[in-house]
């Protein structure tokens, strides 16, 4: 089971730290992602971390602006969002890869199991 948090309303240019607590005894063997739907759309990759932490992944859209972690001894991984933009507005959701001991990409339907999402506004 995957539960976000940490979603909100938020001015252009603010902050936000959402995390993603999982229970289960796979979390640390896998890589988690993170995805975002804005309304009307098609839910797309925003970030990845693999299973130990040391290789990251982001869109385009997002690097250089967004950060993600991951603390295995609280089976928790989180996505740092600073210098918001109003596009970044959407539902974000966590995502646990399918295949163990190696790095996840993009592609959303290589996840498992999802979380139910957090939204985030971003007013301009």
């Known amino acids: 089971q995957l539960v976000e948090s940490g979603g909100g309303l938020v001015q252009a240019g603010d902050s936000l730290r959402l995390s993603c607590a999982a229970s289960?005894?796979?979390?640390?063997?896998?890589?988690m992602g993170w995805f975002r739907q804005a309304p009307g759309k098609e839910r797309e990759f925003v970030a990845a971390?693999?299973?130990?932490?040391?290789?990251?992944r982001y869109a385009d859209s997002v690097e250089g602006r967004f950060t993600v972690s991951r603390d295995n001894a609280k089976n928790t991984v989180y996505l740092q969002m600073d210098s918001l933009k109003p596009e970044d507005t959407a539902v974000y959701y966590c995502?646990?890869?399918?295949?163990?001991?190696?790095?996840?990409?993009?592609?959303?339907?290589?996840?498992?199991?999802w979380g139910q999402g957090t939204q985030v506004t971003v007013s301009s």
């Open positions: 971390i693999s299973f130990g932490g040391a290789t990251t």
């Open positions: 995502a646990a890869y399918g295949v163990r001991w190696v790095m996840g990409g993009p592609l959303k339907s290589e996840y498992d199991y």
């Open positions: 289960g005894g796979t979390f640390s063997k896998v890589t």
